[in-house]
Antibody
Framework: EVQLVESGGVVVQPGGSLRLSCAAS????????MHWVRQAPGKGLEWVSL????????YYADSVKGRFTISRDNSKNSLYLQMNSLRAEDTALYYC????????????????WGQGTLVTVSS | EIVMTQSPATLSVSPGERATLSCRAS??????LAWYQQKPGQAPRLLIY???TRATGIPARFSGSGSGTEFTLTISSLQSEDFAVYYC?????????FGGGTKVEIK
């Protein structure tokens, strides 16, 4: 059974930093690209970032580019999101999501999601 | 980026009736379109990808159609567990983008 378990969400002040983690199990982690997707309270879904299966390629939404860094440790079956210079508009539930397609080319659609970790940016 | 527009925002349907949800892309996304279901307090669940392929374990009452810029999700006979918010998402162009959602509520 595929499981994705996020952690690290807290209340942080504007301008602060935070690192989210996602522990994966139930599939061959290093076969798949992984994503972060967020959802502001009461709002829709926004894709945030993608990392390729080997960590060699990363992509970001314009809204977080230059402030967030995605990474992975395939030896630990873990995905991370380093979030710097946080803003109020980054307040959201952050989901870790598995890409549907194995291999080099990420499909960009998500077949398994974690339950999310809540990041609140507030003074 | 490609803008995805869903309609209606809210759909009121009686159990057992058919529900038809629409999704429009601001430019062609070919068949690279997915649908997700989200219930309150839960993560989204993949229903359909490739515009019409049901994901693993998704009941046959869910079907997707369309290509290019116009897409439809049909729920043939609504069950109590189907009342939720539904999102479409394109993955033809980066970044992947989602529609604003359609809430299917009990009439």
């Amino acid at each position: 059974e595929v499981q994705l378990v996020e952690s690290g969400g807290v209340v942080v002040q504007p301008g602060g930093s935070l690192r989210l983690s996602c522990a994966a199990s139930g599939f061959t982690f290093d076969d798949y690209a992984m994503h972060w997707v967020r959802q502001a309270p009461g709002k829709g879904l926004e894709w945030v970032s993608l990392i390729s299966w080997d960590g060699g390629s990363t992509y970001y939404a314009d809204s977080v580019k230059g402030r967030f860094t995605i990474s992975r440790d395939n030896s630990k079956n873990s995905l991370y999101l380093q979030m710097n210079s946080l803003r109020a508009e980054d307040t959201a539930l952050y989901y870790c999501a598995k890409d549907i397609s194995p291999g080099i080319a990420a499909a960009g659609t998500f077949d398994y999601w974690g339950q999310g970790t809540l990041v609140t940016v507030s003074s | 980026e490609i803008v995805m527009t869903q309609s209606p925002a809210t759909l009121s349907v009686s159990p057992g009736e058919r529900a038809t949800l629409s999704c429009r892309a601001s430019q062609s996304v070919s068949s690279n379109l997915a649908w997700y279901q989200q219930k309150p307090g839960q993560a989204p669940r993949l229903l359909i990808y490739g515009a019409s392929t049901r994901a693993t374990g998704i009941p046959a009452r869910f079907s997707g159609s369309g290509s290019g810029t116009e897409f439809t999700l049909t729920i043939s006979s609504l069950q109590s567990e189907d009342f939720a918010v539904y999102y479409c998402q394109q993955y033809n162009n980066w970044p992947p983008t989602f529609g604003g959602g359609t809430k299917v509520e009990i009439k």
